[in-house]
Nanobody
Framework: QVLLVESGGGLVQTGGSLRVSCTAS????????MGWFRQAPGKERESVAG????????DYANSVKGRFTISRDNVQNALYLQMNNLKPADTAVYYC????????????????WGQGTQVTVSS
């Protein structure tokens, strides 16, 4: 099991940028496939991006391709999501997740979750 803590959320205007971070406990962090998910009020949790343990393989939801970049630092036990050209539709609580054996948009494949960080994009 790994403890995950997100940070870096906030309020930004349409077209702006924001980077959210997730720090993880445990020496086995490089083994974990990691994912970013988000959940807006009244909506289901949806996948945003995923990254392999080595960081060499990534995957993105169509809605964020070309705007968001997922990355990780296995020395610092950190996961990042760089978000550019933000839109009001990106407003949500963003969660990092670990524990899946492969990159997948299915949140039920992930066993460990952070508490989330709010991202709000104003129009």
């Amino acid at each position: 099991q790994v403890l995950l803590v997100e940070s870096g959320g906030g309020l930004v205007q349409t077209g702006g940028s924001l980077r959210v971070s997730c720090t993880a406990s445990g020496r086995t962090f490089p083994r974990y496939v990691m994912g970013w998910f988000r959940q807006a009020p009244g909506k289901e949790r949806e996948s945003v991006a995923g990254i392999s343990g080595s960081g060499t393989v990534t995957d993105y939801a169509n809605s964020v391709k070309g705007r968001f970049t997922i990355s990780r630092d296995n020395v610092q036990n950190a996961l990042y999501l760089q978000m550019n050209n933000l839109k009001p539709a990106d407003t949500a609580v963003y969660y990092c997740a670990a524990g899946s054996r492969w990159i997948t948009p299915d949140p039920f494949r992930y066993t460990d979750w952070g508490q989330g960080t709010q991202v709000t994009v104003s129009s």
